[in-house]
């Protein structure tokens, strides 16, 4: 099992950046795809970016490619989001989601964190 937690959410004016973290517990977390999800206010939950455990494959939402970046350091069991050129239709509560299997991780991981906001003023 995995418990995850996020930081690094909060305001920001449009075009500028954040950088948000999720700290995982666990000994197998290198084994883990790991995901960054969202959802907006009245929106379904939507998927933003997954990262494989052995960082050699990145998969990005549309509406993030080229402005946000994740990563992962399995040594500190954390992954990343890089925000930048952050734009007020990113404003969300952010999640970051693990699961073994690469298609779970994009589409319904198994496990959640308790989510970060992020809210984008223009």
């Known amino acids: 099992q995995v418990q995850l937690v996020e930081s690094g959410g909060g305001l920001v004016q449009a075009g500028g950046s954040l950088r948000l973290s999720c700290a995982a517990s666990?000994?197998?977390?290198?084994?883990?795809?790991m995901g960054w999800f969202r959802q907006a206010p009245g929106k379904e939950r939507e998927f933003v970016a997954t990262i494989s455990w052995s960082l050699l494959r990145r998969y990005y939402a549309d509406s993030v490619k080229g402005r946000f970046t994740i990563s992962r350091d399995n040594a500190k069991n954390t992954v990343y989001l890089q925000m930048n050129s952050l734009k007020p239709e990113d404003t969300a509560v952010y999640y970051c989601?693990?699961?073994?299997?690469?298609?779970?991780?994009?589409?319904?991981?198994?496990?959640w964190g308790q989510g970060t906001q992020v809210t984008v003023s223009s």
């Open positions: 989601a693990a699961d073994r299997n690469e298609l779970r991780a994009a589409q319904g991981p198994a496990y």
């Open positions: 666990g000994r197998t977390f290198s084994s883990y795809y």
